[in-house]
């Protein structure tokens, strides 16, 4: 719907007031308090609402002061595709009048155009959702209420998916809860119904339990009694073969019993009978006993003298023997004790040449070391006095080969004088004498100047030339070299230095075999325990032949000693053996001793008590006699075992008489048969015991009339059961039905819910900052606002912002109902809790706004709105 | 001649599981009803006396009500009766015909066979029962009562006897089953000249004699019986035997299988077959049902249904192969185009995956048709 003009008269304060709206976008109503702002936005309402005839307090409220005239309201306005004027008049000369120019001419008055207004206005506009977006004075801060309104809802659902939702559904829906809670509560729980008819259904299958369990308890008792029936039957049969068999056998026990007694007495004779045998053969068996030990004692007496002759005469021989004995053993200990004595003698004339050749041989080898230790002292001297080693040695050698070589070059290089002898003469050459033989040749080498005289005949003076001179000068050198090392090695001449050296290395060697010959000789003693032992022995070996006894004489040498000992050790073992055989045998000769002289010993002291014991067995024996004699026993013997025998025949006729009757078997079944009696009477007593507690059963439950209670219980269950079945049936798909619409209408508000808040955000975030976002209910409410992550509840937010909130909500509800017609957003002086800085923004909001749908605000602030963009603006005076 | 009654398988106390309290009321009134217009018949066909074979009562158990109602009945019978225990009343330590009610109440002409011994019932007239001891006898009391018997010499001799005969039954090894060649090598041999049978519930003769026969219950227990309803006047002349039966029941027992549901005029034939059913109080109807049903449909024949439930004695529908699916005439006119359109859906999505949830969901279809009819 869109507002072309507005006009007001005798309305409350205001005389008259006419607004022409702008064609599009904002129409700003400006003007002071009381010009008549309020009642502008509160007419077009009324206008609708009420009839002229209406005296309502709302139509009694707008009676203009002090005016005797009907408040009068025109509209002119489009909506869908009428275009119309809507005049009313209240209270005085109501009147109501409705001109339509499009789509076609129409001309209505009175109720008739009220209702035509009503009507066209129901078809093209979502008249609650108009009024809800309305804001008047002090609702700015509050949200619109937007539940059920049909055309923002189907805006939205076109918007969500183009599927917009009949406004007859919600009514559906609420059919479908009020059937849910039929059966469930609100927050889904069973009600009591279903709890009842389950208990119901249970209690009824337990009744129906407990019947048939009755009825089983029934037929059980009957085919109990028919069975106890049967086995009464069986049992009193039964008793009765019993009673004549007990009766049987009790005849029977009867003579059993007598023969019994018979038998009873015979075994008592015959145990008297055997009483009076056993007596007498005790007794004669005592007088045997008394004649049988006197005869035995005797006997052992007898025994036992003549064992102690033949132990005393063993014992004799046993004496002599051990004497014998004694006697080899005496000679033989003395000929060990010489043998021994000589043995010992012969070892230390052995030990006495021993030891002599000891002695001899180490006083030798401290010989040959004290004689290694002079030499080496000597060498020590020498060692000390000659430095000629043979590194000197060498020194020397090369410094004369040097000379030689010198000498030689001397030769070569210097002029020589062949001599050859014509004949023999002697000749003078450098003043030495030489011989020249006839023949031989010589030559002299001229170094410098040499001087050949032939006594008296000739003096001959040979001078080198210069070269020789230097050779010359060399042999010096080389001269001199030599005498230097002769002189450092303190010897005159090089063969002195080997003479020397040659001293110096025997004196070294001299040096080395005293460690050798110390070795060699000490072996593994030292010097002091090699010199100890010499000395005991030149001491001891002259003693031993000063104290030992003259016989038999000494050996001669120590080979002899040898032998002798040999000799010796050879005859003491010999009689060792024989001196150990012999103590053999007297230890044994002894012992033979000892055994008889014990046994002997033995024997006599056996014999004196075996003769008291026969002394005693012959009194006992003879006492005996004198009381009872031997005839007289036998004689009462043999009576006693005649009255057994014939005691015994009795006692075997009886038993045969007995045993014919087999009383063990006739006992048996008599006890069997009265057990069996007896078990029977006791079966029987049980038997017709329980028959009758089944009987009494059988009549107190056999008229309950179980079998149609049973039925009835059944029938009841059975209806109980599909009772049940339905209501469960019913619940169950009412349950489903709900939460499946549920669930879908949620789905759907939470699709057309996407759409409102996506238009609230773009708006809002001209206001706010582009982190800006809302919350929205289903029930269409902004919840919260989110900026930069921080969410408020909106009633938590300040007043201002909820004013700018709901303005921003209101707008976008405008906004999207807009494309199907929509509905003016009417603002009464809105936007007062708002600072200036917002105002601006919010301006922006509404001037994006009113390019989609028309908005109309009055206000008495106009600034406030200086910032909506374009705007048709209305001044009320 | 002789002529008498022959009855059995009353099953007085049976009860249905399937009837209302008030069908299954008159359901046992018909069972004592039927006791008093034998009454009428055995005087009207002149009889000599009535015999009741077996089965009187549906069990030992019964309420003693019914106990007095019988005899109550009974006694306006005007002929002697003579009640042979059958297996379900067995003459056991708890039997009915023990029990204080029935002998406190029993009308002097009414004899309960007790055992096998003959009962002279007229000059030219004997009877020999073979009374059910047990509920599970080894053998049928009947062989034993026939071997006991010599020919029968200048009498009549009438048999009454229970059981399952073994021409009839498929298991011929079961216990109480009683051998058809016994009973005609028995009518060969002069030992009994006609065997009155009970426990099978038709009215049927057993071989070719024409002396043996079940006379069948007078008011009908199920569905499968073919001659229920009858009792059974026989006369017995000197070497003929001639019988008839005569319907009484007032209860009949319908039932259809497999009826085809799939379109309106289905229904509407349905309903119609429905209505032309007569004694409707007196009849129990058991549907089973086929086909396919849109949500409309099944709504219209729920109504039938419910319908026929008050008038019928019972009327009992097996639809489990009668599928009802919901199509899209069931939710064209209701315009649903939001959240609604989305359950109809969704719901339409499980019922086409079945199983339990399939079916709730099909039972939540139906009633968001029932309540968008109310609400829209």
């Keep these: ?877 | 001649m002789i002529r008498f009654l022959h009855t059995s398988d009353w099953q007085l106390g049976m009860t249905r599981h399937f009837l209302s309290e008030g069908a299954q009321e008159r359901y046992s009134q018909a069972r004592f009803d039927a006791i008093r217009t034998m009454g009428r018949i055995a005087k009207e066909e002149q009889c000599r006396f009535v015999l009741v074979c077996g089965d009187a009562f549906e069990s030992n158990q019964v309420d003693r009500k019914t106990v007095a109602r019988a005899m109550e009945a009974l006694k306006e019978v005007s002929v002697p009766v003579f009640i042979l225990p059958g297996n379900h009343d067995p003459l056991n330590a708890a039997s009915v015909y023990r029990s204080s009610t029935f002998i406190e109440r029993k009308p002097a002409h009414v004899q309960v066979v007790e055992n096998a011994a003959p009962i002279r019932v007229a000059a030219e007239v004997e009877l020999v029962g073979a009374p059910w001891l047990s509920k599970r006898p080894a053998t049928n009391p009947l062989e034993d009562a026939i071997s006991a018997l010599g020919p029968a010499d200048g009498v009549s001799r009438i048999c009454l006897a229970h059981g399952a005969v073994d021409t009839l039954t498929p298991d011929r090894e079961s216990a109480g089953i009683i051998s058809v060649a016994m009973l005609e090598q028995a009518i060969i041999e002069g030992k009994i000249h006609f065997a009155a049978l009970g426990d099978r519930h038709s009215l049927t003769k057993v071989g070719d004699s024409g002396r043996i026969w079940y006379s069948g219950t007078p008011e009908s227990t199920d569905f499968r019986e073919t001659q229920s309803g009858y009792i059974h006047i026989v006369e017995i002349g000197d070497g003929t035997v001639a019988s008839k039966g005569i319907q009484i029941g007032q209860w009949r027992f319908i039932e259809r299988e497999r009826v085809d549901l799939n379109t309106a005029d289905d229904v509407e034939a349905l309903r119609k077959s429905l209505e032309e059913i007569e004694n409707k109080d007196r009849t129990v109807v058991r549907l089973s049902l086929v086909g396919s049903l849109t949500l409309t449909l099944s709504g219209a024949l729920q109504n039938h249904i419910l319908a026929a439930n008050d008038v019928f004695g019972a009327f009992d529908v097996r639809a489990d192969d009668l599928l009802v699916l919901p199509d899209h005439t069931d939710f064209a006119n209701l315009g649903f185009s939001g959240f609604a359109d989305g359950t109809v859906q969704r719901l339409r999505s499980k019922i086409s995956e079945g199983r339990d949830e399939g079916t709730v969901a099909r039972e939540a279809l139906i009633l968001m048709l029932r309540l968008a009819r109310e609400t829209v």
Excluded at chain 1, 7 to 17: D, L
Excluded at chain 1, 29 to 45: C, D, F, M, R, W
Excluded at chain 1, 175 to 198: N, W
Excluded at chain 1, 341 to 364: I, K, S, T
Aim: charged letters at 30%; aromatic letters at 4%.
């Design chain 1, 1 to 877: 719907m869109k507002f072309i003009r507005l006009r007001v008269a005798n309305y409350r304060g205001v005389t008259a007031a006419e607004v022409t709206f702008g064609p599009a976008g904002i129409t700003l109503v400006q003007g002071p308090n009381e010009a008549g702002k309020t009642s502008l936005g509160e007419a077009i309402g009324l206008l609708f609402d009420y009839l002229d005839s209406s005296k309502h307090r709302n139509i009694e409220a707008i009676k203009p002061v002090h005016r005797d005239e009907g408040p009068e309201i025109e509209l002119q306005a489009e909506s869908g595709p009428y275009a119309f004027t809507y005049f009313k008049r209240f209270l005085k000369k109501p009147e109501t009048t409705l001109t339509v120019t499009r789509p076609k001419s129409e001309n209505r008055t009175g109720r008739e155009a009220h209702e035509r207004a009503e009507a066209i206005l129901r078809e093209t506009l979502d008249i609650d959702l108009w009024k809800a977006l309305i804001i008047q004075q002090g609702d700015a801060i509050h949200q619109p209420n937007l539940t059920k309104q049909a055309s923002l809802s189907r805006a939205l659902d076109k918007a969500a998916g183009g599927r917009p939702a009949d406004p007859r559904e919600e009514g559906l829906f609420d059919a479908v809860l009020e059937e849910y809670l039929r059966y469930y509560t609100e927050r889904g729980t069973e009600r009591k119904d279903l709890a009842e008819a389950r208990k119901a259904l249970t209690d009824a299958y337990a009744e129906v339990a407990r019947i048939q369990k009755a009825i089983r308890d029934l037929d059980h008792d009957i085919e109990r009694a028919a069975s106890l029936q049967r086995e009464l039957g069986q049992i009193k049969k039964q008793e009765e073969e019993l009673t004549k068999e007990r009766a049987a056998h009790t005849a029977s026990l009867e003579e059993i019993g007598i023969l019994e007694n018979a038998l009873s007495e015979a075994r008592l004779k015959l145990k008297s009978a055997q009483q009076s045998e056993q007596i007498a053969h005790r007794d004669k068996e005592a007088r045997q006993g008394l004649i049988g030990a006197a005869d035995k004692a005797a006997k052992a007496h007898a025994d036992i003298e003549e064992s102690g002759v033949m132990s005393l005469a063993a014992l004799n021989q046993a004496e002599s023997k051990l004497k014998d004995a004694q006697t080899a053993f005496d000679e033989s200990d003395r000929k060990r004790k010489g043998a021994d004595a000589l043995a010992v003698l012969r070892r230390a004339d052995f030990d006495y040449y021993n030891n002599r050749l000891h002695f001899e041989q180490l006083r030798e080898r401290k010989s040959r070391i004290d004689h290694a230790r002079k030499n080496a002292a000597q060498a020590e001297e020498i060692l000390a006095r000659n430095s000629v080693d043979s590194r000197a040695l060498k020194s020397i050698q090369d410094a004369e080969r040097g000379l030689l070589t010198a000498n030689a070059q001397l030769q070569t290089g210097a002029p020589s004088v062949l001599l050859r002898g014509l004949a023999d003469c002697h000749l003078s050459v450098d003043d030495a004498e030489v011989s020249l033989s006839k023949g031989e040749v010589r030559t002299i080498s001229v170094a410098d100047t040499s001087r050949l005289s032939i006594p008296g005949v000739l003096d001959i003076e040979i001078t080198a030339g210069a070269s020789a001179e230097g050779l010359t000068r060399k042999v010096e050198a080389a001269r001199r070299a030599l005498g230097d090392a002769c002189a450092k090695a303190g010897v005159s001449t090089p063969d002195d230095a080997r003479k020397a050296c040659d001293d110096r290395r025997e004196a070294m060697r001299h040096v080395e075999s005293k460690a050798q010959a110390e070795k060699e000789n000490l072996r593994d003693l030292t010097y002091e325990e090699l010199d100890r032992r010499l000395r005991g022995l030149e001491q001891s070996v002259p003693e031993y032949l000063a104290r030992r006894v003259a016989e038999p004489p000494m050996c001669p040498d120590l080979e002899s000693a040898k032998k002798e000992r040999a000799r010796a050790e050879a005859l003491h073992h010999e009689t060792v053996s024989q001196w150990e055989s012999d103590r053999e045998q007297l230890d044994a000769a002894r012992s033979v001793r000892d055994v008889w002289n014990t046994k002997h010993q033995e024997s006599r002291v056996q014999l004196d008590l075996l003769a008291k014991d026969l002394k005693n067995a012959c009194d006992n024996l003879e006492r005996a006699r004198q009381s009872v004699t031997d005839d007289a026993l036998e004689t009462s013997l043999t009576n006693a075992v005649q009255a057994v025998a014939s005691e015994e025949a009795g006692v075997r006729a009886a038993e045969t008489s007995l045993k014919a009757k087999n009383p063990d078997k006739v006992k048996a079944l008599a006890e069997t048969a009265k057990g069996s009696l007896h078990t029977a009477q006791n079966r029987r007593n049980a038997a017709h015991t329980e028959l009758t507690e089944v009987q009494t059963r059988l009549k107190i439950h056999g008229e309950e009339g179980l079998h149609e209670k049973l039925h009835g219980a059944q029938t009841r269950l059975d209806h109980l059961a599909a009772d049940h079945a339905s209501l469960l049936r019913r619940a169950s798909s009412a349950k489903c039905l709900f939460e499946t619409m549920r669930e879908e209408r949620d789905k759907a508000r939470r699709a057309y819910v996407a759409p409102l808040k996506e238009k609230i955000e773009h708006l809002g975030r001209l206001v706010f900052d582009d982190s800006f976002q809302v919350d929205i209910s289903e029930d269409l409410l902004i919840v919260s606002r989110t900026m930069n992550d921080i969410t408020v509840p909106f009633d938590c937010l300040s007043g201002g912002t909820r004013e700018q909130l709901s303005l921003i909500f209101r707008s976008a509800c405008s906004m999207i109902v807009a494309k199907d017609g929509g509905a003016p957003l009417i603002l009464d002086d809105t936007l007062g809790y708002t600072d200036p800085g917002r105002l601006r923004l919010m301006g922006a909001v509404l001037a994006k706004a009113a390019k989609e749908c028309q908005i109309v605000i009055f206000t008495c602030v106009p600034d406030r709105y200086g910032n909506v963009g374009e705007a048709t603006v209305v001044a009320l005076t």
